[in-house]
């Protein structure tokens, strides 16, 4: 019989899991051009794409010298095939990627109409504990993801996954989609970058003020050239109340920033962990881990933190996919991270992602990953088989 609870804390997306400071489907992974750099960092597109942005009246060179921060409704690009996402070289420094803060996107408990479906009691909270540096040892796939939004610079989390149409040279990251799209309020976020094993050696924020970005971000800076989510996130998605978190995943394909000597993500990495979209019903589920780089307090952001704990159901609306809910006490910033359960053979599946929390902290919730999710998937995949 289906159960149904009240949500007395007010739900986040963890954009509340994502962290604000300053401040589509379509990419072709082929030979760029580069406009001439004046000290403010070169840009790099490829060529079809430079016409791509013309026609949506953006200048590649005026782009980078700050156009880039232009918001206004109407030249927001929205549509999934309108993602477009230039490489700007040295945008993302130290200190950029350090003093991403957290926004203010809280909701009240009326902004929630009620559970329908199945929906198990509210975990307790399980304590997130610090994975050890460094990180590449013991997360090697996990990592963080930066963004620039109307709120100014955030951040979320993502992981490495595998790609079937290029074993063992995967360039794919999974993440939440608000991470990558503001939803029904907006469109594509810019400047979407991944830095796997951020802030590897666990160093503290004193210590990172002073630190290189060798340092912060030891295996480079990949930029996203391709991201999709869903198409119910593009329509539904909010910041606030959980409106499309069912929905709430993207897969971005990702280029570095600098040269890796032809080596892809995952071979840099070193590692990727397998999707699975046929993950068993929530009780036959004994675990679950979830990853991520809280920053809301008591957290800052800087270190890699994670929480294991055996999932229950989460209904929002009776219309949606119900989703997996665990105890967890990260906050802001950990969205999109990985949800890692072990599979059949003993190998490591990413089932799911943080997507949204409450304002206290103590549990989250990520969307069961199904026909839509890998339809997501095998569209990013399939755009860059054998590449």
Not at 118 to 146: S, W
Not at 180 to 206: C, L, Q
């Amino acid at each position: 019989m289906p159960a149904a609870v009240a949500l007395v804390s007010a739900l986040v997306l963890t954009a509340t899991a994502c962290e604000s400071g300053d401040a589509e489907a379509g990419g072709d992974p082929a030979a760029s051009a580069t406009a001439a750099g004046d000290g403010k960092g070169e840009i790099r597109i490829p060529d079809h794409l430079r016409d791509k942005l013309k026609e949506h009246g953006i200048d590649v060179d005026k782009w980078r010298d700050g156009a880039w921060k232009n918001w206004d409704r109407e030249d927001w690009l929205r549509e999934a095939q309108d993602y477009v996402n230039p490489i700007i070289e040295g945008l993302w420094d130290p200190d950029r990627m350090r003093d991403a803060e957290e926004p203010d996107q809280e909701v009240d408990e009326g902004d929630i109409s009620g559970d329908q479906g199945v929906t198990d009691p509210e975990p307790k909270p399980v304590q997130a504990q610090a994975v050890p540096p460094k990180y590449h040892d013991n997360a090697a796939t996990a990592g963080k993801l930066l963004f620039d939004s109307p709120k100014g610079s955030m951040v979320c989390s993502a992981t490495v996954v595998k790609d079937p149409a290029n074993p063992g040279k995967s360039n794919l990251v999974w993440t939440a989609g608000h991470c990558v799209h503001a939803g029904k309020e907006g469109g594509w976020y810019r400047n979407i970058a991944f830095v796997p094993s951020y802030n590897d050696a666990g160093m503290s924020t004193e210590e990172l003020q002073n630190a290189t970005k060798e340092e912060i971000a030891p295996y480079g800076v990949w930029w996203g050239d391709w991201a999709q989510t869903s198409d119910q996130w593009i329509e539904q998605g909010g910041s606030t109340g959980g409106d499309g978190a069912a929905y709430d995943f993207a897969v971005i394909h990702v280029t570095p920033e600098e040269g890796t000597g032809g080596k892809s993500l995952e071979e840099t990495v070193g590692s990727a962990v397998e999707v699975d979209f046929g993950a068993p019903a929530v009780p036959q589920i004994d675990s679950l881990t979830a990853i991520g780089y809280p920053a809301a307090p008591p957290y800052d952001g800087q270190k890699l933190y994670r929480c294991e704990d055996k999932p229950g159901r989460l209904s929002l609306r009776a219309s949606d996919p119900t989703m997996y809910r665990i105890g967890c006490t990260m906050t802001g910033g950990s969205s999109g991270g990985g949800w890692i359960t072990e599979g059949a053979g003993g190998e490591p599946k990413l089932v799911s992602n943080t997507s949204i929390g409450p304002v206290t902290a103590g549990w989250l919730a990520g969307p069961r990953l199904g026909e839509e999710a890998k339809g997501v998937f095998d569209a990013v995949s399939g755009k860059f088989a054998g590449q």
